[in-house]
C-alpha cells in the first residue's frame, strides 16, 4: 500500500483535535465539507487538523483535495491510497496519521454535519473515552435501515455496549482508545465496534442526518452485506455456534424420528419399504456432519482471531514503583 502524505508547508503546533473523513469519489462534495469544516473548527479555538483519505477515487477528489491543502496548509492534511481499500481502511490510515489528542470521524457525503462536532467533542470532555453520534432522524432509505437494526442489537449483545446507532461514523474518540486501535492490523474491520472494545466510558448523543444531496451511496447491496458479514465473523463466531446448534438439531430430530419408527414397529408392524428408517439414519448423520463442519468451524475461528493479534488487553494506569 503506498500512500502519500501531501508535505505540510510550514510545521504546525501539535493539533489537539484530528478530523479523519474517508473519502471515495466525493468531488462534488469536497469543497463545502472544507468550507464547514474551517469554519466549525476555526470557531472553537483549538489547534486542529483536518486528515481526509482518498480511498481510490476515480473522479476529481484528489485534485479538490490538494487544492483544500494548499488553501490551509496548516490545517488541511490529505492521504491516498492507490486504490480503493474501503472506508474502514482509509479511517485506520487516518488514525495512523493523526496527531491529536481528540479524534472525530464523520462522513465526506454532508450526511454527517460538521456543526456537530462541538457538541461531541464537549461531551467527550465530560470525562467519556468514546462519544457516538445516533442520528435522530435517519435520512436513509428502509433498505438501508433495516440492516443497520440487525447490526445494533447484534453488536450490542456481543461487545456488551448498547448503542442504538453502530453505523453512524459521526463520532469522537480519545487519543487512548486510538492508539489500541493502531495496534489492530486487521484486513476488515469495523471502527466503532473495535473502538467499543477499548473504551470504558461509551456515551452516544443524537445528531443530526441529512440526505445524500450530491454524489451516490458507496453501498451496494453487496458491499454493506459484506461489511456486515465481516462485522459479524470479525466480533463473535455466532455464525459458527448456530451451524453446530443446527447439526445438535438435526441429529436429535433424526434420532427421535428413528426412535418413533422403532417402536412404531413393535406396536404396529414395519412400514413398507424401510424409506422412512433410510431418512432417519440419514438425518442423524446430515446433523453429525453439521456438527463435525461446525467444529471444524470453531477451530478456524480461533485460529483467525490468533492471527488478527489484536491487543488482549490495554492498561490505562498503573500504580506503584514501576508507574
Ligand atoms: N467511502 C470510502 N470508501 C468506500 C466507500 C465509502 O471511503 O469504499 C466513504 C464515502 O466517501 C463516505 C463514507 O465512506 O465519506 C460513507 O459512504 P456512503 O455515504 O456512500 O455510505 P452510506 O451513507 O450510504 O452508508
Ligand atoms: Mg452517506
Given at each position: 500500500m503506498s500512500n502519500q502524505v501531501l508535505p505540510l508547508s510550514v510545521p504546525s503546533p501539535a493539533p489537539y483535535i484530528s478530523v479523519v473523513i474517508p473519502v471515495f469519489n466525493e468531488e462534488d462534495n469536497l469543497s463545502e465539507l472544507g468550507d464547514r469544516l474551517m469554519r466549525t473548527l476555526s470557531a472553537m479555538d483549538r489547534a486542529f487538523e483536518i486528515i481526509f483519505v482518498d480511498d481510490g477515487s476515480t473522479d476529481r477528489s484528489w485534485q479538490l483535495l490538494s487544492g483544500l491543502n494548499r488553501q490551509h496548509p496548516q490545517n488541511i492534511r490529505a492521504l491516498q491510497f492507490h486504490r480503493n481499500f474501503g472506508q474502514h481502511q482509509a479511517i485506520f490510515a487516518g488514525f495512523q496519521a493523526a496527531r491529536g489528542q481528540v479524534m472525530v470521524t464523520l462522513d465526506a457525503d454532508l450526511q454527517n454535519p460538521p456543526e456537530e462536532i462541538p457538541r461531541l467533542v464537549a461531551k467527550l470532555e465530560e470525562g467519556y473515552d468514546t462519544v457516538g453520534g445516533w442520528r435522530e432522524n435517519?435520512?436513509?432509505?428502509?433498505?438501508?435501515?433495516?440492516?443497520?437494526?440487525?447490526?445494533?442489537?447484534?453488536?450490542?449483545?456481543?461487545?456488551?455496549?448498547?448503542?442504538?446507532?453502530?453505523?453512524?461514523?459521526?463520532?469522537?474518540?480519545?487519543?487512548?482508545?486510538?492508539?489500541?486501535?493502531?495496534?489492530?492490523?486487521?484486513?476488515?474491520?469495523?471502527?466503532?465496534?473495535?473502538?467499543?472494545?477499548?473504551?470504558?466510558?461509551?456515551?452516544?448523543?443524537?445528531?443530526?442526518?441529512?440526505?445524500?444531496?450530491?454524489?451516490?451511496?458507496?453501498?451496494?447491496?453487496?458491499?454493506?452485506?459484506?461489511?456486515?458479514?465481516?462485522?459479524?465473523?470479525?466480533?463473535?463466531?455466532?455464525?459458527?455456534?448456530?451451524?453446530?446448534?443446527?447439526?445438535?438439531?438435526?441429529?436429535?430430530?433424526?434420532?427421535?424420528?428413528?426412535?418413533?419408527?422403532?417402536?412404531?414397529?413393535?406396536?404396529?408392524?414395519?412400514?413398507?419399504?424401510?424409506?422412512?428408517?433410510?431418512?432417519?439414519?440419514l438425518f442423524v448423520f446430515v446433523g453429525l456432519n453439521t456438527l463435525g463442519l461446525a467444529l471444524i468451524g470453531e477451530y478456524v475461528g480461533r485460529i483467525y482471531r490468533e492471527v488478527r493479534q489484536r491487543p488482549r488487553y490495554v492498561i490505562r494506569q498503573t500504580l506503584g514503583p514501576d508507574s
Amino acid at each position: 500500500m503506498s500512500n502519500q502524505v501531501l508535505p505540510l508547508s510550514v510545521p504546525s503546533p501539535a493539533p489537539y483535535i484530528s478530523v479523519v473523513i474517508p473519502v471515495f469519489n466525493e468531488e462534488d462534495n469536497l469543497s463545502e465539507l472544507g468550507d464547514r469544516l474551517m469554519r466549525t473548527l476555526s470557531a472553537m479555538d483549538r489547534a486542529f487538523e483536518i486528515i481526509f483519505v482518498d480511498d481510490g477515487s476515480t473522479d476529481r477528489s484528489w485534485q479538490l483535495l490538494s487544492g483544500l491543502n494548499r488553501q490551509h496548509p496548516q490545517n488541511i492534511r490529505a492521504l491516498q491510497f492507490h486504490r480503493n481499500f474501503g472506508q474502514h481502511q482509509a479511517i485506520f490510515a487516518g488514525f495512523q496519521a493523526a496527531r491529536g489528542q481528540v479524534m472525530v470521524t464523520l462522513d465526506a457525503d454532508l450526511q454527517n454535519p460538521p456543526e456537530e462536532i462541538p457538541r461531541l467533542v464537549a461531551k467527550l470532555e465530560e470525562g467519556y473515552d468514546t462519544v457516538g453520534g445516533w442520528r435522530e432522524n435517519r435520512r436513509d432509505s428502509v433498505f438501508r435501515k433495516f440492516p443497520s437494526m440487525l447490526v445494533n442489537y447484534v453488536m450490542s449483545r456481543v461487545t456488551g455496549v448498547k448503542l442504538r446507532d453502530y453505523g453512524c461514523m459521526l463520532r469522537a474518540y480519545r487519543r487512548e482508545v486510538i492508539d489500541s486501535i493502531n495496534q489492530c492490523h486487521e484486513s476488515s474491520s469495523f471502527i466503532p465496534a473495535l473502538a467499543n472494545l477499548f473504551s470504558q466510558k461509551v456515551a452516544e448523543i443524537p445528531v443530526g442526518h441529512a440526505e445524500r444531496e450530491r454524489g451516490q451511496s458507496k453501498y451496494g447491496l453487496f458491499k454493506l452485506l459484506r461489511l456486515n458479514f465481516d462485522l459479524m465473523t470479525g466480533f463473535s463466531n455466532l455464525p459458527i455456534h448456530l451451524v453446530g446448534f443446527m447439526g445438535v438439531a438435526i441429529a436429535l430430530l433424526g434420532l427421535f424420528f428413528g426412535l418413533f419408527l422403532f417402536i412404531r414397529r413393535i406396536f404396529v408392524g414395519p412400514e413398507v419399504g424401510g424409506l422412512f428408517t433410510l431418512f432417519a439414519i440419514l438425518f442423524v448423520f446430515v446433523g453429525l456432519n453439521t456438527l463435525g463442519l461446525a467444529l471444524i468451524g470453531e477451530y478456524v475461528g480461533r485460529i483467525y482471531r490468533e492471527v488478527r493479534q489484536r491487543p488482549r488487553y490495554v492498561i490505562r494506569q498503573t500504580l506503584g514503583p514501576d508507574s
